[in-house]
């Protein structure tokens, strides 16, 4: 009779073992199949793919024309050149007033301004005495700066993210003086002005 409660016990026990480890293996292959099934996280800089090139071109325009205009007294500026990458636009302007160094600083204050109450987020600032910038970013994407550079003038840039490719015609916006069509390098700053380019007394 011992004999016999013995066997049956061994046998309930091996039957637990064997059904405790089928249970332990279910979890994992659920797992293994949630893995291939799972959606894959939304990669940075997709937004911009429901736009082409050209109309992020465009875009870019609109976002230069609203700093140029925001400045005051005005400067007059022109078109630099508009580059293309794989998926992405680059447009310029040139400012041909000559700002002054001891305006150079209330330059770019306007114009940082104007980007913060905008809603752009400034990335990056040089605060050198001959060549600052200044660097920002919209919400969805978009870079825009301005430099001084050699012999003081100052340069606007407006980057699109990556967007679907497209042709990209010339901007439509129009100079507020002399467009230099082809010209390129453009020429040095050669506009006074009584505010931007006054030196300190």
Known sequence: MSRRFQIVAVALAVGFTLSACGSEKEPAAANAG?????????????????????????????????VLKKIDPEVQWAHGPTTKGSCDVTRRRTVMTIVSA??????????????????????????????????????DGFG???????????????DTPC????????????????????????PGPNVRSDYWSAEAS
């Open 34 to 66: 949630t893995a291939v099934t799972e959606s894959p996280k939304e990669t940075k800089g997709t937004k911009g793919k429901s736009m082409n090139m050209q109309e992020a071109a465009e875009r870019a325009d609109g976002m230069l024309d609203a």
């Open 102 to 139: 001891d305006r150079r600083q209330r330059f770019l204050d306007q114009v940082e301004q104007f980007w913060r109450t905008s809603d752009y987020r400034i990335k990056a600032k040089n605060d050198d005495a001959v060549f600052p910038a200044v660097y920002a970013v919209t919400k």
């Open 144 to 158: 825009i700066s301005v430099s001084v550079r050699a012999r003081g003038q100052a340069f606007f840039e407006a």
């Open 163 to 186: 967007v679907k490719e497209s042709k990209v015609a010339d901007s439509a916006s129009e100079p507020n003086g002399p467009d230099y069509d082809g010209v390129y390098p453009l």
